[in-house]
């Protein structure tokens, strides 16, 4: 039995296809916030543009006095030039769909469709249209802009290549990490190349600052609790025959527990700040924290799982195989009201090793289907839950 009406399905195809064709950066989303507009606006749906820069909040009714069930997806693209070789390849240079976000965006509009045609929701429902994921700074500001005032529970999704089309993903627990990036900048003494005794070699206190830095995870961390210190960047120098004598290091620190998180951040500026000691240095560290980490709580992973068997059947909702080390700004939501975040499978036969953030990321279609089904369900299930504690209390 087919998720949706083929005619939906036909028209959420096509405007995947144009989303794709027509990407645009975080905080450029000018033209998609259109599209959804556009689409919002024929499912004669009340909605509002330009939230938090180029978001978009729709409302559908339901039971007064209830709070509203909130779904959200993200919308805006990437700077890579693609390469998958599309027919609807994205016309913009450098800027690509590799993520998955104009399959979110077409998800959630089916859903609105769907939902638009229901008599009688146990809840309002509203739909989150939001900017500028990539940056990482988009929920936040929506939830500035008031997205959530109002709302009793959240729910969103991300399409994932390792599992197959047709399939649901719902996990308690950690779901994505946290994302926090650290500068190291280290001050000591150029010299001439012939004479290293005259100098504070910055190279030789970055590189072993880099090496130290992975003993962090091996050594201070427990196996069981995933986490990673990454140093991306080391830039120092201007001749071969000049020591250098100022040099950069920048990385980023993912964990998927709390406290594991802070414990990374304080190792890396005790090692960095020790080492530069040991050799004469000065160093400054700064720590931009980033997104926390993305947990399901236990009941709404329990609704969450309801919902996806009603969309795709039980032998068709599967656990979360490996932990993911990736952010996710979803969990801002989950910080100021429950919810959870499950995983689409996408995978296209003979894409499989093509990850998201690839230049020739693409997912199987179908998943549009199975997004827009599972929103119609959770807004009902999770509605019914916010309609009966609002009758109890």
């Not at 978009?56 to 990437?78: E, K, N």
């Not at 998180?261 to 000065?282: D, F």
């Not at 560290?285 to 947990?295: F, K, Q, S």
């Amino acid at each position: 039995m087919a998720l949706i009406a083929p005619e939906l399905y036909d028209r959420l195809v096509v405007l995947r296809r144009t989303l794709h064709q027509y990407p645009e950066l975080s905080g450029q989303e000018t033209r998609t916030a259109s599209a959804i507009g556009k689409f919002l606006y024929d499912l004669g749906i009340h909605h509002r543009m330009n939230i938090a820069g180029h978001g978009v909040v729709a409302d559908i009714p339901g039971d007064s006095g209830v709070p509203c069930v909130v779904l959200r997806a993200d919308m805006d693209a990437l700077p890579i030039q693609e390469e998958t070789g599309l027919e609807f390849l994205s016309v913009h240079h450098g800027v690509m769909h590799a993520c998955g976000h104009d399959g979110h965006t077409t998800m959630l509009l089916g859903a609105a469709a769907l939902l638009s045609q229901e008599p009688d929701l146990p809840a309002p429902v509203r739909l989150i249209f939001q900017p500028a994921e990539e940056k990482g700074t988009g929920a936040i500001a929506m939830i500035k802009e008031g997205a959530l005032d109002g709302a009793g529970l959240i729910f969103g999704g991300h399409l994932d290549r390792h599992y197959h089309p047709g399939t649901i993903v719902v996990s308690e627990g950690p779901v994505n990490a946290s994302s926090d990036n650290f500068a190291v900048e280290i001050i000591g003494q150029g010299a001439h190349g012939a004479r290293p005794h005259e100098s504070i070699d910055a190279v030789v206190v970055g590189s072993l600052m880099i090496m130290a830095l992975q003993t962090i995870v091996s050594r201070e961390v427990d196996p069981a609790r995933p986490s990673v210190v990454s140093v991306g960047q080391f830039h120092a120098g201007t001749a071969p025959n000049v020591i250098a004598g100022q040099a950069k290091l920048e990385g980023t620190v993912r964990a998927q527990d709390p406290a594991v998180r802070q414990q990374l951040l304080n190792s890396v500026r005790r090692i960095a700040e020790s080492i530069g000691q040991l050799h004469g240095a000065k160093i400054y560290v700064t720590v931009t924290e980033g997104t926390p980490p993305l947990v399901n709580d236990a009941v709404m992973a329990g609704l969450a799982r309801r919902a996806a068997i009603e969309a795709v059947g039980e032998a068709n909702v599967l656990p979360l195989k490996t932990a993911n080390m990736g952010a996710e700004d979803f969990s801002y939501y989950l910080e100021k009201i429950p919810g959870a975040y499950v995983r689409f499978g996408g995978q296209v036969p003979g894409r499989e090793g093509y990850p998201a953030h690839s230049s020739k990321f693409d997912f199987d279609e179908e998943a549009l289907a199975v997004g827009a089904a599972y929103y119609r369900a959770i807004a009902r299930i999770a509605g019914q839950q916010l309609r009966q504690h609002a009758a109890s209390s």
